[in-house]
C-alpha cells in the first residue's frame, strides 16, 4: 500500500512483514537486541551447566546421569550456538499472534515529508518532525531504510513504499546528503 503524491512525500502502511523485518533488524543491528541474544546464551549456558552440576551432586542411575549430561550439553552448547535463531523466532511468532489480539498495533498510513532542513512524520494523529543534522544514523538493508533519530527511535520505511530498490536507495543517498549538508555527523 504504498503511493506517492510527489518526491517529497512518501505514503505507506506498515504490514506483518515490515514489523518482522523491523524487528530482525533491531534484534541483529541495535545494542537492545544484541544485549536480549546474548542474555539468552547466558541464560541457556547457566541452565545447562546447572543441571549438569545438579546431576553430579545428586547421583542417580549412570545411565540416566549419562542421558542428563547429553542434556545439559545440548542447552548450554546449543542454546549458545542458537540463541539468535530463537531470539528472531520468538519475536516473529509473537508479531503473527499478535494478529487477532486487542494490543495488536493498528496499521495507520505513514506519511514521511523531505524539506529542506528538517523531514516530518504523519502517523494517524502523531506528528513529529526532525531537523537532518539531529539525525544519529540511516542504514538500509533489502526491506527498508531505517532512520535513527536516537539510541531507541527508528523509524523504518519499507521498500513497498518506493517504487523499486533504485528508488529507496536514491531516497537513502538523498537523507544522507541532507545530514552532511546540515551538519550533522554520519560515518560513511
Known amino acids: 500500500m504504498a503511493s506517492k503524491k510527489s518526491k517529497n512525500v512518501i505514503k505507506y502502511v506498515l504490514n506483518d512483514e515490515d514489523f518482522i523485518a523491523f524487528g530482525r533488524y533491531r534484534i541483529l543491528y541495535t545494542a537492545g537486541g ?3 541474544v546474548n542474555r539468552q546464551r547466558i541464560t541457556y549456558l547457566i541452565s545447562g551447566l546447572l543441571l549438569a552440576f545438579l546431576f553430579t551432586v545428586f547421583h542417580v542411575d549412570r545411565n540416566f546421569t549419562i542421558f542428563a549430561y547429553i542434556a545439559a550439553a545440548v542447552i548450554g552448547i546449543g542454546g549458545v550456538v542458537f540463541a539468535e535463531r530463537i531470539v528472531l523466532r520468538q519475536q516473529s511468532e509473537s ?10 498495533v493498528h496499521p495507520e498510513e505513514n506519511m514521511v515529508m523531505f524539506g529542506e532542513d528538517s523531514f516530518s512524520t ?5 506528528h513529529q518532525e526532525f531537523d537532518y543534522k539531529d539525525i544519529k544514523l540511516v542504514d538500509i538493508t533489502e526491506e527498508a531504510i531505517y532512520v535513527w533519530m536516537s539510541d531507541t527511535m527508528i523509524m523504518p520505511m519499507p521498500l513497498h513504499a518506493f517504487k523499486d530498490m533504485d ?18 555527523e554520519i560515518d560513511d
Open 34 to 36: 544484541r544485549k536480549l
Open 167 to 184: 528508488e529507496m536507495r536514491a531516497t537513502y543517498k538523498m537523507i544522507r546528503e541532507k545530514i552532511k549538508e546540515r551538519g550533522g
Open 122 to 126: 504523519d502517523a494517524g494523529s502523531d
Open 95 to 104: 508479531i503473527k499472534k499478535s494478529q487477532d489480539s486487542i494490543e495488536r
